[in-house]
């Protein structure tokens, strides 16, 4: 690995990179994880790396999941601990890295970034020119920025698209994207999830999914033979719960998974537990005709995606980009459903923090192991320091509280003792479980720590939760108060408080600028401190 101060690296075997996330997508829907809906196409990018069955977000919300995503940073160190904070002025990104080292990471679709405007006036800062789109993008250069769930502003490029095509209105997006029409020829709210059944008015090909990925491919076709960083974000399959015909009727309930749930679950839950049961989305999934008509067309969705990931990687093989770009495919948390009497996402059952990840690396050493899964425990935060060693940049191991999963997909490599958990963050202070419980914003806080038994979490003025995975894979049995694990849940905190002694705090110098200045004073200034 180089530094980009260093002499110029030697040509990149592997020279771009493409970064694909999905939206609220959780791992076991899909055929190639196991699920009910076919997704040849992802399948046919796992042929081209590894799977890993085991991959975790550290917070189940968008706005903090992403952030760990794009800063390879947890939560608790990079403070972004809800949708729409912003992240703070001394965070770097993933695409800061990359532009240091001269290649920009292109956008297209949602990140949820947002700055910190505030902090950046008061302490004076003028950005400059230059650097003003990367400080208002999170380091990200945009082709598009597509946060999507709302009505896209009049300059934007997809708004634009829509008029073009032909869906005539004020609101293109509410109308045609997430707009159905009743079989009176009336209007049906796509918001409201009774509708969700009915095809969306637009047509596949003009849907957004369809119409990033035809971006993507654009973007793709003009590099030529010019490296290359492209982050694809679909907003999909995440609410307003709509498909367009054909999806929106490929499944039916019979075809769904079952929400995982249990009638104990409901009787004397834990406090916050309880809460979250008691808001509006966990109300309405809790009621079977809910899921039955949201579920299938979440799977709808779910195979769009697929089909358009066919369309990408045909593309990129006709182009021969499939041989020197390391493709990541991803999502930024699951989706609860009715799962455990909740909706959304958030809390710490698997069907949030587990999410599908396959790293697609064309190295040649990482032949050898194209087509396989791998059970380690690994997190969001690895895929920073994935992508920079394989593109041979900065490591940033100052600042990078991931690990390089690169020793996991090439044959070459002797990887290091794994690590044996992962963690998981959540501040519910913006939430109305909050104000169920009559919680203080600053006292709303959850940490979790998950082996490959047992999943411990530790809540702020409330007792201690404890799943253990091999006896209870369901999460049905809380054991947070059961004598015969006390000592379980003191190790398991024991290894939480370990976790939160070893954050890299100190991310304004490097390793090498440390070992530099350490005992230096007399050599660097003269002093002499305690001489006789």
């Not at 054991?479 to 954050?503: K, S």
């Amino acid at each position: 690995m180089t530094s980009p101060s260093a002499s110029a690296p030697a040509p990149r075997i592997v020279r771009n990179l493409l970064f694909i996330m999905c939206d609220q997508l959780r791992a076991d829907v899909m055929s190639v994880c196991g699920g009910p809906v076919p997704t040849p196409n992802i399948a046919r990018l796992a042929a081209r790396g590894v799977r890993f069955d085991k991959a975790f977000v550290n917070a189940g919300v968008c706005g903090p999941s992403r952030t760990s995503f794009y800063t390879g940073r947890y939560p608790v160190s990079h403070r972004v601990t809800w949708n729409r904070v912003p992240m703070p002025v001394d965070e770097l990104t993933l695409g800061h890295y990359l532009m240091d080292a001269g290649l920009p990471l292109h956008l297209l679709g949602k990140t949820h970034f947002v700055p910190d405007t505030r902090a950046a006036a008061h302490l004076g800062y003028q950005v400059d020119t230059a650097h003003r789109g990367l400080f208002r993008e999170g380091g990200f250069v945009p082709i598009e920025r597509y946060d999507g769930h709302f009505e896209p502003e009049a300059d934007s490029p997809y708004r634009q698209y829509l008029l073009a095509q032909g869906y005539d209105s004020d609101r293109p997006w509410t109308d045609f994207v997430i707009g159905s029409q009743q079989a009176d020829g009336s209007a049906a709210d796509g918001w409201l999830m009774r509708h969700a059944p009915l095809p969306a008015r637009v047509r596949a090909q003009d849907s957004e999914t369809a119409y990033l990925t035809r971006r993507a491919m654009d973007f793709i076709s003009a590099q030529a033979d010019t490296p290359w960083a492209l982050h694809l974000s679909y907003i999909k399959p995440h609410w307003p719960y709509k498909a367009p015909a054909p999806y929106h009727a490929m499944f039916g309930p019979d075809d769904c998974m079952a929400p995982i749930r249990d009638a104990r679950e409901r009787q004397d839950p834990h406090p916050v537990f309880g809460a979250y049961q008691r808001l509006e989305e966990s109300q309405a999934f809790a009621r079977d005709e809910v899921w039955r008509a949201i579920r299938p067309v979440t799977m709808g969705l779910v195979r769009q995606i697929d089909d358009e990931i066919g369309r990408l990687l045909d593309h990129m093989e006709s182009l021969g980009r499939l041989d020197d770009t390391l493709v990541v495919f991803t999502s930024d948390h699951g989706d609860l459903a009715g799962d455990h009497w909740l909706g959304e996402k958030e809390y710490f059952y698997e069907s949030v923090m587990r999410v599908p990840l396959i790293v697609a690396d064309p190295h040649p050493d990482a032949a050898a192991r194209h087509g396989s899964s791998s059970d380690a425990l690994v997190e969001s935060i690895d895929v920073v320091p994935t992508v920079l060693a394989a593109l041979a940049c900065n490591p940033r191991a100052h600042r990078v509280e991931g690990r390089s999963l690169l020793a996991l997909t090439r044959a070459g490599e002797s990887p290091p003792p794994w690590r044996d958990c992962v963690f998981g963050q959540l501040d519910y202070a913006y939430r109305e479980a909050r104000q169920f419980l009559g919680r203080q914003p600053d006292a709303c806080q959850g940490f979790m720590v998950r082996d490959a038994r047992y999943k411990f979490i530790a809540w702020d003025g409330y007792a201690d939760q404890l799943f253990d995975l091999r006896d209870d894979p369901s999460e049905f049995d809380d054991r947070g108060t059961d004598p015969a694990l006390a000592g379980v849940r003191e190790r398991m905190r024991d290894r939480l408080l370990d976790w939160f002694a070893t954050r890299k705090h100190r991310a304004s110098e490097t390793l090498e600028q440390v070992e530099a200045r350490t005992h230096a004073h007399e050599r660097m200034m003269g002093i002499q401190i305690g001489r006789w």
